[in-house]
């Protein structure tokens, strides 16, 4: 079964392997050792049931309801497993990872999804026939009738058993997911991979050791290249200190302090505007934000998943190894701009218009003082979490699927919030989390033009809901006072030949109703410098241990972008990619943006080489012996 599953998604990625003899020859290879290995554990129980059954019940009537019910679950499982690869295949192009993980976790939403996007009664058919099917060929060539006839001793079972565990014990002991990574081609990779083997590989290694991993520099000259980097001509460090990278940023004059609403657009890649050459009218609001706004035109989000992007928006931090900072622990009370935010006097609110547990958003936003406005499922906050959480009524709910209430409902939800904030004597700002732009992609009716279940439609009534609200926020007293930050959380897909690709990290973002001159930004930038390019615009000083800088004041010299995925981590700088990853390896590529392919140098960049494991290592160094905590930054 698993060959079959194996050449059908090769026969899927045709196009995107470099085939030929050796390298089919390498897929399968490779491929059958891991399928071996998963298939003698998945028989694990059976060999030890049919070790310990005493002989005079061989053949009874418990043994043959027993066999049937063990085979019938062991081929439900397989079938289930080999089933489900093709639409996780589908959205991420690779084999079961640590996202699959993830979904045992959160299942209320990964179920729903499930539901409302396949065919679940006729797949579960499917299922049914194939495992009757097996029945039949089994009965069909007498393997049952030998199978509860024939009777071996206990020592000869025993012995079967010993002979059994010690090869796959064996066979173990010597695979390794990384062992499948053999080519520069990440499909060719994952096609020599078994989605079962590489969930479990993914089980045990859901957090990711730098120091263990990764390529390290001495930790004073790493700090030293990052420091260097970091630093703007106007600012100066707090202290002399080696590992204290805390600056002062010193505003211009007038520091102004407007409601603030960030709007983390879920799934929106850039190439879905016209901007960026696309054809289908997707996007019409946005393509006006970004004409009377401050257009990004150059920005890439630092992950592949929404945590990312949260991750970078609130912490303005490079993406460590792993999983993302919100889904840590200890990950309260540290810098991020609620320090700054709350310094300026704000009000924070975290909106979500589905359950903040997932993803572990509601303990993260509430850690950094967020009140959070949620679809509350009944999963109880932290007792960590000091502040408020409201949950978003049904009767203010007019569409929901699997993942919240639709984008319109979320966007009454900031707008009944503000309104009550808007009272007070303080400025509020909003984090605004969507939906509707997931699959399974649905939304309320009569919105757009698009059917319902498609990733163009979903864009188009994303972009419409935004309209709206934009629209319906005009109307309000507190809008001449209030900046709207609108980004892309990360792209609608990351799959592509190389581990990173970089042209699927492009996103947009805009600042819209600054008071200011409308402009277009092409600097080549990180999503981690968007929110200190904000407070730049607003003129703000404070003291900053961000990782992101303001746009503004960049070099050209200083243009850069943070990449990366679970394992693989990397920097472009101008046409340098130079990519680390968890087998202690530098690769650098040389980006080829009019093609968008990734070219192997022959000669390494070292100053990129040395940035690049700088940033990476100092970031997880920081996080890891607590230095982004508030409270020792404030020691300085």
């Not at 080696?242 to 960030?262: F, H, Q």
């Not at 400025?427 to 498609?454: A, C, E, R, W």
């Not at 947009?508 to 904000?534: F, G, H, R």
Request: charged share 20%; with cysteine.
């Amino acid at each position: 079964m698993a060959t079959i599953t194996r050449t059908i998604l090769a026969i899927l990625s045709i196009d995107k392997l470099d085939l030929s003899f050796y390298t089919s020859f390498i897929i399968f290879g490779k491929g059958f050792l891991f399928d071996i290995a998963i298939g003698f554990a998945f028989i694990t129980f059976y060999i030890f049931y049919l070790t310990i059954l005493p002989s005079k019940w061989i053949g009874k009537k418990i043994d043959i309801v027993l066999t049937y019910l063990i085979l019938f679950l062991l081929f439900f499982v397989i079938l289930f497993s080999s089933f489900s690869e093709f639409p996780f295949w589908d959205e991420f192009n690779t084999r079961f990872n640590f996202i699959a993980v993830d979904y045992l976790i959160y299942t209320y939403e990964v179920v729903e999804n499930i539901n409302q996007s396949y065919p679940i009664p006729s797949i579960v058919l499917v299922l049914l026939c194939c495992i009757l099917l097996i029945f039949y060929l089994l009965k069909k060539n007498e393997i049952f009738k030998q199978v509860f006839s024939s009777k071996p001793k206990l020592s000869n079972r025993l012995s079967i058993l010993f002979v059994y565990l010690l090869f796959l014990i064996s066979l173990f002991s010597v695979l390794e997911n990384k062992s499948a990574e053999w080519s520069s081609n990440i499909y060719q990779n994952e096609l020599s991979k078994n989605g079962v083997f590489s969930f479990f590989a993914a089980f045990r290694s859901n957090e990711l050791d730098y120091d263990l991993f990764y390529t390290k520099l001495d930790e004073k000259l790493a700090y030293k290249i990052v420091k260097s980097d970091l630093i703007a001509s106007d600012e100066k460090f707090s202290s002399d200190n080696y590992d204290d990278i805390s600056r002062v940023v010193t505003g211009k004059i007038n520091e102004v302090t407007p409601n603030i609403i960030l709007i983390c657009i879920e799934s929106l890649s850039a190439d879905f505007l016209s901007e960026f050459g696309n054809a289908e009218n997707l996007t019409t609001n946005i393509n006006q934000l970004a004409n009377e706004g401050i257009f990004f035109q150059n920005m890439y989000a630092t992950g592949t998943r929404t945590v990312r992007g949260m991750e970078a928006l609130t912490l303005c931090v490079p993406p460590t190894p792993g999983n993302s900072i919100v889904r840590r622990q200890n990950n309260d009370n540290l810098f991020s701009i609620a320090t700054i935010l709350k310094q300026k006097g704000y009000q924070l609110d975290f909106i979500y218009g589905g359950d903040g547990y997932f993803d572990n958003m509601n303990t993260f936003f509430g850690g950094q003082g967020f009140n959070i406005i949620d679809r509350d499922r009944g999963n109880p906050l932290s007792d960590k979490i000091v502040t408020t959480r409201t949950a978003i009524p049904d009767n203010e709910v007019t569409f929901e699927n699997a993942w919240g209430i639709c984008d319109e409902d979320t966007y009454k939800q900031a707008l009944k919030r503000a309104d009550f904030e808007a009272t007070s004597n303080h400025p509020f700002f909003q984090f605004i989390m969507t939906t509707s732009n997931h699959k399974p992609y649905t939304f309320p009716d009569n919105k757009v033009n698009l059917k319902q279940g498609s990733r163009e439609a979903a864009v188009k009534y994303t972009d419409y809901a935004l309209g709206q609200f934009i629209k319906q926020a005009k109307t309000k007293k507190w809008y001449s006072n209030t900046v709207f930050v609108i980004v892309a959380d990360h792209c609608a897909s990351s799959a592509g030949k190389w581990e990173i690709n970089v042209d699927k990290h492009h996103i947009p973002a805009i600042i819209y109703n600054l008071n200011t001159k409308n402009e277009k930004v092409d600097k080549l930038v990180s999503q981690i410098d968007l929110m200190p390019t904000l407070f730049g615009y607003l003129n703000w000083n404070y003291t900053s241990s961000f990782f992101g800088k303001d746009i503004s004041k960049m070099k050209t010299s200083e243009q850069r972008a943070f990449l990366g995925n679970y394992r693989t981590l990397g920097l472009l700088e101008g046409i340098t990619f130079t990519e680390i990853n968890d087998r202690k390896k530098v690769n650098q590529y040389e980006w080829n943006a009019k093609n968008k392919i990734l070219e192997p140098k022959r000669i390494h960049n070292d100053s990129s080489k040395n940035k690049t494991i700088s940033y990476y290592q100092i970031a997880s160094e920081r996080f890891k012996n607590g230095k982004m905590e508030v409270k020792l930054i404030n020691q300085h």
